[in-house]
């Protein structure tokens, strides 16, 4: 068996592990990066514009990200975190722009209004003290409350036509909403990594043990899935990317930090028309509320996707029982993922979210009839047959211990690194490739901490001009960083 030695290896080739391929050779080109892949493509899991919902999360629209307090306030703490996010990778995306790194703009990233859309007295009332409080926040000022039918008609005319005239409804607009292609994004990463010479890309190869030497560098196994023959990397750094398949791997890697995590794994359905008549009439990403009992990544929206360069729209997600850890994994994944160490958490987890479960399968189950009902409260006038059902990707939601040792369910992102810095994993997808960019400098910041110290953090700022500083708290920098993204992406105008 040959051994290959590498400074830095990247399990899986989707956005996050193209992100960091990215900033890694960036902050310095003279480190040998090897990037592995299971797929003979890249970003072909959830990052493709199809298994995704391409909604460049910034908080404007998702109602799950500002929860209502029993009082009926609007907590808005988590909006404000991924909104600045976003335009740290909005940063970093102009940068690569600028440079040549990434191709026009169009190829990835559109301007769609982002939208919230609800109807009742209650929703009105939450809605209406969101936008006051959102709107009350720098990073929000540019946010639009309507409940005039006739404003909204302009905003959202399919959401409109056929509605009941003397519903109470209300929506919020922002103009420089986006629709990203994360899978073109990534694609053109890794195609601009491959310009390097250090940099090797192995499509078609699955990783599957690790061995940690005494020496902190990693010997990792390595199949080419065509040959059936198998190779190990030797790497100082390895970096779990794998989406969904990053939790087997890092359960595989041994590291006590791995001890007690477990996957929930959920996958997703749309509806697409691809008819150019209705696809014309609706430019938005247009979000509702959650059914009460719902979790959270089911909230139903209707959008404007352009993916590959072509236009269409999209409903869901509707949400179902798998279990399977990546959309082209195997059945056994759930099963195989547990563990001594994680069984009385997933249990618990189990007995705890039988409605979810429940729910989940009642979803597989609903015919299309059901699901074009599901999408009449967004598009009353639809008309079934403009509607086809198309898979989209995985979640692999995290199940870990709570401070008493019992399992709970997570529905965030988690990032887990060996306490030694030579390996880390992405755990989670949400709010997923959006806020990719932010993820990958907290790998940077807990696995190279002497590197960021001796230059790396300076190289940073040059890439991301706010970082080090807060766009929460900073109103004058956020405009500045703010208008130069807008331009150089294109968006808005
Ligand atoms: C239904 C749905 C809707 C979503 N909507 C949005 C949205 O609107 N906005 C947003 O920002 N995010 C969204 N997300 C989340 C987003 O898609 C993910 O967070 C993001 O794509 C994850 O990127 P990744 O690189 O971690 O994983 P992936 O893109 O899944 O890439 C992981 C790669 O690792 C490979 N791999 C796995 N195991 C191995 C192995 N052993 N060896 C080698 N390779 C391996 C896989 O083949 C895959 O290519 C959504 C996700 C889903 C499922």
């Known amino acids: 068996m040959t051994t290959e030695k590498v400074d830095v290896l990247l399990v899986g080739g ?27 493509h890249v970003a072909h899991e959830s990052t493709d514009g199809w298994n995704n919902a391409g909604t460049g999360h910034a908080g404007y629209c998702e ?54 859309f609800v109807w009742g007295e209650d929703n009105v009332a939450f809605l209406r003290r969101r936008h006051e409080k959102l709107s009350a926040h720098h990073l929000f000022k540019e946010m639009e409350y309507s409940e005039d039918p006739a404003v909204l008609n302009e905003w959202m005319p399919l959401v409109m ?9 209300a929506a919020t607009r922002i103009p420089h909403g986006t629709d990203v292609d994360f899978g073109s994004l990534a694609r053109n990463m890794v195609k601009s990594l491959q310009e390097s010479d250090n940099f090797n890309l192995l499509l078609s190869h699955e990783v599957n043990d690790f061995d940690h030497a005494k020496d902190g560098s990693w010997h990792v196994r390595v199949k080419d899935r065509t040959s059936g023959k198998s190779k190990t990397i030797q790497a100082d750094f390895v970096f779990l990317g794998a989406g969904g398949g990053a939790l087997p791997l890092l359960q595989e890697s041994g590291i006590d930090e791995a001890d007690g995590y477990g996957g929930f794994p959920v996958s997703g359905m749309w509806l697409v028309c ?6 014309a009439r609706h430019s938005a990403k ?8 719902a979790p959270p990544m089911s909230v139903p929206h209707l959008d404007t996707r352009i993916i590959n360069g072509e236009p269409a ?76 059902l198309a898979r989209a990707g995985q979640r692999v939601q995290i199940i870990k211990k709570d401070g008493s040792g019992r399992g709970k369910l997570e529905f965030g992102t988690e990032l887990v690194a060996a306490k030694d810095g030579s390996l880390a ?28 110290a001796a230059g790396w953090n300076q190289r940073l700022k040059e890439m991301i001009p706010s970082y080090g500083e807060s766009l929460k708290t900073d109103a004058a920098l956020l405009e500045r960083v703010r208008s130069d993204v807008l331009d150089t992406l294109k968006i808005g105008e």
Request: net charge negative; charged share 25%.
């Open 14 to 40: 989707g956005a996050m592990s193209a992100t960091l391929g990215t900033l890694l050779n960036r902050l310095d080109p003279s480190l040998k990066i090897t990037l592995v892949e299971r797929l003979d």
């Open 63 to 116: 109602l799950n990200y500002t929860p209502q307090t029993a009082d009926g306030d609007v907590e808005i703490d988590r909006a404000l975190s991924i909104n600045a996010n976003f335009e740290i990778s909005l940063q970093l995306w102009s940068y690569l722009v600028r440079q040549g790194g990434l191709p026009e703009p169009e190829n990835f990233i559109n301007t769609t209004p982002h939208m919230s």
């Open 161 to 169: 036509e056929g509605r009941d005239p003397d519903e109470k409804v």
């Open 274 to 279: 691809k008819d150019p008549a209705i696809v």
């Open 286 to 293: 247009v979000y509702g509320k959650a059914a009460i009992g």
């Open 313 to 388: 729209l999209l409903f869901g997600p509707f949400a179902g029982f798998t279990m399977k850890f990546l959309k082209s994994g195997s059945k056994l994944d759930l099963l195989k993922s547990v563990s001594v160490s994680n069984l009385m958490p997933m249990v618990d987890v189990g007995f705890n979210n039988m409605d979810l479960t429940k729910y989940l399968i009642s979803e597989v189950r609903q015919s299309h009839k059901e699901r074009v009902s599901t999408l009449r409260d967004y598009f009353p006038d639809c008309k079934a047959d403009d509607w086809t």
């Open 425 to 452: 994993a992405l755990l989670g997808a949400s709010p997923g490739a959006s806020v990719a960019v932010q993820a990958m400098i907290e790998v940077l910041e807990r696995c190279f901490p002497e590197k960021m």
